[in-house]
């Protein structure tokens, strides 16, 4: 089904609703009160930057209609708001205080949306069911899908409200996004305020649709209910929500408001529009003012008295000055926990209970043992999703790393995503803001990168933007490595890139038990983990190990000695470690000691134990199988050098692949990647220095 309303006016059928005396007198005053605060408090905004006082602002003067609407008809108790930057008067509405919105724009410690993390114009409240906003441009609309699904998924009758400008429609997780929702008829209600400039670009440069509509570009969408309305009326958008609202509510799919509004101020406080506004178009702008033709319509229709409106006004000015004056008067952060919150600092993964047995059931491959620990933990834990592309069904992934899963718990809890990475990694986040635990899957880790946006921006600082008020514990299972004929876009090892990224766990194990509980324990912590499988080690015999327990978990962090030794100490993980294995069985026989350190997980690394080995042997060679120019050995050879060097007989060496891209053809392949021929060269020839 497909719903579109073109034009400006209401259904002949609701007449009434074309005049604000429609409405309870007591709603248009608190309408009112709330437009008229989001712009006071715009203002305000703008005129501490000039003063020093603060830096950054983004305006939403001319949009307050449709928020103010919007807001009306939500309930942020049981809804889900996903809003945008110019959303000001959408998050008053919904209970954000003044004083909460100036803590933010002052930066300071008692600022709820993220403690003076965060630029002002992104909020957040735990309160209310507003997770902490990030400034990217349309990641908020996969977020969105994501507490939808999970409203769902729980059988709570909510809808997911989630907002942009229309210039941020040109973003592919907009329409992957609307997708979706509409495939799913999820409770999403999409708002587009459409004030036809993104910056200094006009919508006739962004969107493709019929009369320049961000509306009519989603017409292929089924089942969503599209409208096109004058956002700057407050009679035409309290209708239009309404609407949208019962048709979201009944089930029948999603729904798109697209609002006609007006930009009365310029993009930010760093923006200048008469640089690419004429002022006859800024004129007609200032006669749309969604306040000023509120009040005038108040004041023809009897609602409200010239000396009403000024009493508002001065209500809204002493409110705002009480606000500003305590906000500013508030505590500034302090620096030394500028660097708290980027993980979960409870506890909680401190009280588990790891190792409790040794490993000593049968022995499986680490494919198997993969698919029992998700077997496991989804039927210790009924919020555990888990979805990706061709997860679900007889098939069980490419891999069938999650074959049988599907009979077991039902479609409903594993299931094939559209095949869209940003799309997965984008609704996992929204839904484990909503309190559900997805695990999914990255089909290939050469294709992670259109999810990286969501992974860096998104996953990795939700909890740190928010000053530990929200998280978003997702598990994301990626195969990685060559070894298998794949190619350059099936062979790439990615660890390196993520290292890097603060607030993401990276495991990478090496063997079957390892890979059970490291999986396991992901599974239970509430920081999202990059789970890394070495595709080469699925099936491997030497990669078998004994099962462990349901109740076997394996610390993150933890590196393990695999290899004893004397003269050399090798750092390894993934298929690259039983190289290094080979090699130093080899070496063995020629009456040379290699003690081999597998380090299990990347992020958080156990220096502990690999300074422990090193001081030992007085020689170390790192080796994995990623490129070796920015290798994630140049990061362990690095901490080697700093913190063992009055131990080292001898520089730190490194084995990496050649800075290639992995090729096809079998002898290539190995010509780029190492193997233990390499590793035993290396390994020879930091000995013999």
């Not at 860096?456 to 600082?461: G, M, S, Y």
Request: with cysteine.
């Amino acid at each position: 089904m497909n719903e579109t309303t073109a034009t400006r006016a209401t259904t002949d059928g609701d007449i009434s609703r074309r005049t604000l005396a429609a409405f309870d007198r007591e709603e248009l005053y608190d309408v009112l009160k709330t437009m008229k605060t989001a712009r006071a408090a715009d203002e305000r905004g703008m005129n501490l930057i000039r003063q020093g006082k603060s830096f950054f602002h983004i305006a939403g003067a001319g949009h307050e209609a449709i928020q103010a609407a919007t807001a009306r008809r939500l309930n942020p108790q049981v809804d889900w708001l996903y809003p945008y930057y110019r959303d000001l008067a959408l998050v008053i509405g919904a209970g954000v205080s003044l004083e909460d919105i100036f803590l933010q724009i002052f930066a300071k410690a008692d600022d709820p949306s993220g403690g003076g993390r965060q630029l002002p114009s992104h909020w957040g409240a735990t309160r209310i069911n507003l997770p902490a906003q990030s400034s990217n441009t349309g990641t908020q609309f996969l977020h969105a899908v994501g507490s939808a699904m999970a409203l769902k998924r729980k059988g709570i009758e909510g809808v997911a409200y989630v907002s942009s400008g229309e210039g941020t429609t040109s973003q592919g997780e907009y329409h992957e996004a609307l997708n979706w929702a509409s495939r799913e008829k999820l409770p999403v209600l999409f708002v587009v305020q459409n004030n036809k400039y993104a910056i200094s670009v006009p919508a006739d440069d962004q969107i493709s649709g019929r009369e320049g509509r961000v509306c009519e570009m989603a017409a292929g969408y089924h089942n969503l209910k599209r409208e096109f309305v004058d956002g700057a009326d407050y009679v035409e958008s309290a209708r239009a929500v309404e609407e949208a609202l019962a048709y979201v509510k009944a089930g029948e799919g999603p729904a798109l408001i697209e609002a006609d509004v007006v930009r009365l101020h310029s993009h930010s406080s760093s923006d200048d529009q008469k640089k690419y506004r004429d002022g006859k178009e800024l004129e007609d702008d200032l006669r749309r003012c969604p306040i000023v033709n509120f009040e005038r319509r108040a004041l023809e229709e009897g609602i409200f008295s010239e000396s009403e409106l000024t009493e508002l006004d001065d209500l809204v000015k002493r409110e705002l000055a009480e606000a500003v004056e305590r906000a500013e008067r508030a505590d500034d952060p302090d620096p030394a926990t500028a660097a708290d919150h980027v993980y979960d600092q409870s506890g909680k993964a401190d009280g588990f209970d790891y190792e409790k047995s040794e490993p000593s059931g049968h022995a499986v491959v680490m494919v198997d043992a993969i698919n029992h620990a998700l077997r496991e933990e989804m039927e210790r834990n009924e919020d555990i999703y888990i979805f990706g592309e061709d997860v679900a069904g007889a098939k069980g992934g490419v891999f069938t790393v999650t074959k049988g899963l599907t009979d077991t718990f039902g479609e409903d809890r594993v299931f094939n995503s559209p095949l869209a990475e940003a799309s997965i990694i984008g609704v996992a986040a929204g839904m484990a803001m909503a309190g559900l635990k997805p695990a999914v899957e990255i089909q290939f880790g050469d294709y992670i990168w259109p999810a990286f946006m969501q992974l860096r921006n998104e996953l990795a600082t939700i909890r740190y933007r928010s000053n530990n008020a929200w998280s978003a514990p997702v598990t994301i299972r990626t195969p990685v490595g060559g070894k298998i004929h794949g190619g350059l876009y099936h062979s790439q090892n990615i660890e390196g890139f993520f290292a890097h990224v603060p607030g993401i766990y990276v495991a990478y194990p090496s063997n079957a038990a390892d890979a059970k509980g490291l999986l396991k324990t992901a599974l239970r912590i509430d920081d999202p983990v990059l789970f890394l499988e070495h595709k080469g080690l699925y099936r491997q015999g030497f990669a078998k190990a004994p099962e462990p327990d349901a109740d076997y978990l394996l610390p993150l962090g933890k590196a393990r000695v695999v290899k004893e030794g004397n003269d050399l100490t090798v750092v390894s993980y993934g298929l690259t470690l039983w190289d290094a294995l080979n090699a130093a069985r080899r070496l063995e026989k020629e009456g040379r000691s290699v003690e081999v350190v597998d380090i299990r997980t990347i992020n958080p690394l156990d220096k502990e134990t690999i300074y422990q080995s090193v001081r030992k042997t007085g020689k170390a060679l790192v080796a994995h199988e990623d490129t070796l120019t920015a290798g994630f050995g140049a990061e362990i050879a690095a901490q080697i050098a700093e913190f063992c060097f009055e131990r080292l007989d001898g520089p730190v060496r490194r084995v990496g692949a050649k800075d290639a891209h992995i090729p096809y053809n079998p002898k290539l392949e190995n010509a780029v990647i190492p193997d233990k021929d390499d590793l035993y060269r290396a390994m020879t020839a930091a000995l013999d220095y």
